[in-house]
């Protein structure tokens, strides 16, 4: 998942870049759209991290166990 963030920043970025009649024009509804695909990415990458690093920790617990 990790490796993917990227590609879907890329693909939130660049939509309404190639479609720009979808918002008519309106440097507003543009600029929210990108600040919101941002917290979107953001937020996604603080779930991810937070998944590896428990991975990380069970995998270091099952190495001192056994």
Do not use: H
Not at 26 to 51: E, G, K, N, Q, S
């Amino acid at each position: 998942m990790s490796r993917l963030t990227p590609v879907l920043g890329l693909f939130l970025f660049m939509v309404p870049l190639l479609g720009t009649q979808k918002f008519g024009g309106d440097l507003a509804a543009l600029l929210v759209y990108f600040f919101l695909a941002w917290a979107v990415l953001i937020l996604l990458a603080m779930l991810v991290a937070r998944a590896l690093v428990r991975q990380m920790a069970d995998e270091q617990a099952e190495e001192r166990l056994g």
